[in-house]
């Protein structure tokens, strides 16, 4: 079985600008870290190589820099990294992002399993997921708590959603979008950490695509436009309130009518 998991490096804190004319995260200067999501679902494919033979191959799109997001994957046991690079690819939203996802992935060959974490921590959409398995036509769920088994023909999994938990059996191939907290990353090996730095990392840009029209990808591939960014407005005042739980509940109340009266 070939997996394919989709990584993505990430800022790894909160604090960041946003360029006003193109709605695009400013990252200059921020430390980048992998999305922890994403680590979850490096994880599911590793416990599923722990069940039946499988080739797991990481897929991170992004700059130069992202191939640390491989290195780490390397580290846990990962089997190839793809570093999917181009200044073409810069800007993208969701539609962008996950028809490069599909186009680079489609590059290195066919995957029965394709594994994705839930969402990112700096778009927070949760919707590349969903939007790479519409490209590559296969079924998919989303929110899987757990894998309960791996077929050459199909994977029974556990889906948890806001009001309810269910069992299903998808046929391969198919997509899944993992849940954290349920696949808890492994520590990297020392000796894969030490290895990682040796292997080697394909690099894919836009000539090595099947689509080369540059106007899918992108900015320019983007179908969402920012109209306006702007910061939530910053209070100077932080009253402090003290007594029992109903007067401190009264004072709030006061302060809030008062603001919004002015």
Same mark, same amino acid.
């Given at each position: 079985?070939? !997996?394919?998991?989709c990584?993505?490096q990430?800022p790894a804190e909160?604090?960041g600008?946003?360029?006003e004319?193109t709605g695009v995260i400013?990252?200059?200067g ?5 999305? &922890?999501?994403?680590?979850?679902a490096?994880? %599911?494919a590793?416990?599923?190589r722990? #069940?039946i033979?499988?080739? !797991?191959? %990481?897929?991170?799109m992004g700059?130069l820099q ?7 994957a390397?580290s846990?046991? @990962?089997? @190839?990294?793809?570093? !999917? ?7 993208a939203d969701?539609?962008?992002?996950s028809?490069t996802?599909?186009?680079a !992935?489609e590059?290195a060959?066919?995957?029965? +399993?394709i594994l &994705?974490?839930?969402q990112t921590?700096?778009?927070?959409t949760?919707?590349?997921?969903g939007?790479?398995a519409q490209?590559?036509?296969i ?5 899987? #708590?757990?894998?309960?088994k791996v ?6 999994v556990e889906q948890k959603t806001e009001y ?5 059996? +998808?046929?391969?191939p &198919?997509?899944?979008?993992v %849940?954290?907290?349920?696949f808890l990353?492994?520590l990297p090996?020392?000796?894969l950490k030490? @290895?990682a730095?040796?292997?080697?990392i394909?690099s894919v840009?836009?000539?090595d ?6 106007s ?6 983007? %179908? ?7 910061p ?9 309130? #003290?007594g029992?739980?109903?007067? &401190?509940?009264?004072?709030i +109340?006061g @302060?809030?009518?008062?603001?919004v009266?002015g």
């Open positions: 079985m070939k !997996i394919a998991v990584m993505k990430v909160s604090r600008l946003m360029d004319k400013m990252r200059a921020l430390k980048p870290e992998v999305n &922890c999501y994403d680590l979850s490096l994880e %599911a590793l416990r599923i722990e #069940s033979p499988a080739e !797991i191959h %990481a897929f991170s700059p992202a191939a640390d997001v491989l290195r780490t390397f846990m046991g @990962a089997d @190839a990294g793809f570093l !999917i690079s181009d200044p073409a690819f810069s800007g969701v539609l962008a992002t028809y996802l599909y186009r !992935i590059t060959g066919e995957y029965e +399993l &994705c974490g839930r921590t700096d778009g927070d949760a919707q590349v997921s939007a790479l490209w590559f036509n079924p998919h769920a989303n929110w899987v #708590s757990g894998i309960e077929t050459k023909m199909s994977v029974t309810e938990q269910m069992r299903m059996q +998808l046929p391969l &198919c997509l899944l979008s %849940a954290r907290d349920e990353p492994r090996s020392l000796r030490m @290895a730095g040796k292997k080697s394909t840009g836009l000539n695509l099947s689509d080369r029209d540059m899918h990808y992108g900015l320019y591939g983007s %179908a969402t436009r920012v109209k306006k960014i702007y939530p407005p910053r209070t100077q005042r932080r009253p402090l309130f #003290s029992t739980a109903e007067d &401190c509940a009264e004072m +109340l @302060a809030v009518r008062d603001e009266t």
